[in-house]
Nanobody, 118 residues
Framework: QVQLVESGGDLVQPGGSLRLSCAAS???????????MGWYRQAPGKQRELVAE???????NYADSVKGRFTISRDNAKNLAYLQMNSLKPEDTAVYYC?????????WGQGTQVTVSS
């Protein structure tokens, strides 16, 4: 029912910035506003890890590795979630996934590749 599509992944040099977007469809803006939105990432050979999440109440949580560099936000009127990534490091290289959940309902996007390299 709910579909999530990530975009914005790219090849960027260390120290650069990137903004990822997650567009949700199949849900009204009213319902979307109630979801907890999250960004996860998975590097080759590594487990998927939480990068950031933002609850419907506006509470944001970040992985220690990205605190101060990444910012999660959402625009409920447009059914969009964002991940602003600044001061990117090579270790940020991964496939980034958007997640939405409400109670037992969980939805995942297909992922977008972020590569940080010189």
């Amino acid at each position: 029912q709910v579909q999530l599509v990530e975009s914005g992944g790219d090849l960027v040099q260390p120290g650069g910035s990137l903004r990822l977007s997650c567009a949700a469809s199949g849900t009204s803006r009213t319902i979307f506003s109630g979801y907890t939105m999250g960004w996860y990432r998975q590097a080759p050979g590594k487990q998927r890890e939480l990068v950031a999440e933002l609850t419907s109440a506006g509470t944001a949580n970040y992985a220690d590795s990205v605190k101060g560099r990444f910012t999660i936000s959402r625009d409920n009127a447009k059914n969009l979630a964002y991940l602003q990534m600044n001061s990117l490091k090579p270790e940020d290289t991964a496939v980034y996934y958007c997640k939405a959940n409400l109670a037992w309902q969980t939805y995942w996007g297909q992922g977008t590749q972020v590569t940080v390299s010189s």
